[in-house]
């Protein structure tokens, strides 16, 4: 039976545990009281801090009774993860934590599937939660006050968490498609071209777009990597630009990793190889303000890529496709790869574009399998979109 997590360090916040843990028994909902303190605790837990250290590949010595309390927080969120993974009973899971309780929690929350509730309240959640969301779906609620004994904001706060925490887990969502899923990536100058695509397909596969803003396209790989996709149109790799150029929405090295790992069909193309992404204009390093910039809003600031830097990307994209054995396409739009790089555009640098071009045809190893396909319109352009659609219909039948 599926059972509700309530996780936290049980040494520093055994009291709003059990207060936590009272709410959510008033529901009327199965539960299991989780310690994942680094300290001694006379909590009276379900699953002690000892059960879940002993989860550690070092074993339970390598996360209880160390004197650095940051080795042990460390530890402690390596072993939560490896115990919740080999769960098969979480139906949901909220977790009360500062500093480290949160680090610890979410470093667990984050192995656990998508769609099962996750629930943080967290006195960091006000802040940066990347490090601790990072690409999951956890709901971090701010703690207000510290958690640091029961008070009568904490009292609220706790108890509209564990109200909403039951609340998902009581009504699970019943309109699960039942189509196939495919995963697409956009950025703002693709939207006509991705939208396109995704109007064209729809009728046939459960199209998921997503944002090319360095977390999208590691969501996208992570989904294909967990048996989700059944493949991928990555009409925008631009997460590459921000992973080799130093701009703030980077994708990890591992970019196009799943696509090998999995064999997905796969139909990918240059879109907004055009642009590196940095802040407001006063964020960008001041070796670079000189460079053609585009201030696409008042936080963000687009730099156009060089023909040097477009040989770069073009040689680092075909080397990771050329490890891809799967069906692979990879569309070239001749006319510009964004709405800026177009005759008139901010961007528009035929130069640097055909630098991308060629060095994407000198470095993949075209196959039967492994295949270029140049196309003589602009990447918006409907014909593009009807060739990319195209494209995958034909890969994915196979």
Excluded at 82 to 94: H, T
Excluded at 372 to 382: V, W
Aim: proline share 5%.
């Amino acid at each position: 039976m599926k059972r509700i997590y309530v996780v936290g360090t049980a040494d520093t916040k055994a009291e709003e545990l059990s207060f936590l843990a009272t709410l959510i028994e008033d529901r009327g909902l199965p539960l299991a009281r989780v310690d994942v303190g680094t300290r001694p605790s006379i909590f009276d837990s379900d699953i002690p801090a000892a059960d879940v250290a002993a989860f550690h590949p070092d074993g339970v010595t390598a996360v209880l009774g160390l004197d650095d309390r940051g080795a042990a927080v460390a530890a402690m969120g390596t072993a939560f993860s490896r115990f919740l993974a080999s769960r098969e009973d979480v139906g949901g899971i909220i977790g009360i934590g500062g500093g480290g309780g949160t680090s610890i929690i979410t470093a667990g929350m984050r192995v656990l599937p998508y769609g099962i509730p996750k629930l943080m309240v967290s006195t960091l959640a006000s802040g940066d939660v990347s490090p601790y969301v990072d690409i999951s779906d956890i709901v971090m609620i701010p703690a207000v006050t510290d958690i640091a004994g029961l008070n009568g904001l904490s009292r609220l706060i706790l108890h509209n968490a564990a109200q909403a925490l039951a609340g998902m887990v009581a009504h699970p969502a019943k309109h699960q498609s039942s189509k196939s899923s495919i995963g697409l990536t956009m950025f703002g100058v693709t939207t006509p071209c991705v939208t396109a695509i995704a109007k064209r397909l729809r009728d046939g596969y459960d199209c998921m777009v997503f944002h090319a803003t360095g977390t999208g396209g590691r969501t996208m790989e992570k989904l294909a990597d967990s048996g989700v996709l059944t493949g991928i149109v990555d009409i925008t790799t631009t997460e590459i630009c921000d992973l080799l150029f130093g701009g703030v929405l980077p994708a990890t090295q591992d970019r196009l990793g799943a696509v090998a790992r999995t064999r997905l069909p796969y139909v990918g193309s240059v879109g907004a190889l055009d642009m590196v992404n940095f802040w407001a204009p006063e964020t960008i390093p001041p070796q670079l303000r000189q460079r053609n910039l585009y201030r696409h809003n008042p936080n963000v600031t687009l730099m156009r890529t060089t023909p040097d830097e477009c040989r770069i990307l073009g040689e680092w994209i075909g080397h990771k496709l050329n490890t891809c054995e799967g069906e692979v396409r990879l569309l070239i739009p001749e006319k510009g790869v964004s709405a800026l790089d177009i005759e008139g555009g901010a961007f528009f640098d035929p130069e640097a574009d055909a630098a991308l071009f060629l060095a994407l045809e000198t470095t993949i190893r075209q196959t039967a399998r492994r295949r270029i396909m140049r196309l003589p319109s602009h990447i918006n352009d409907p014909a593009f979109a009807d060739a990319a659609t195209a494209a995958f219909l034909e890969i994915s039948h196979h």
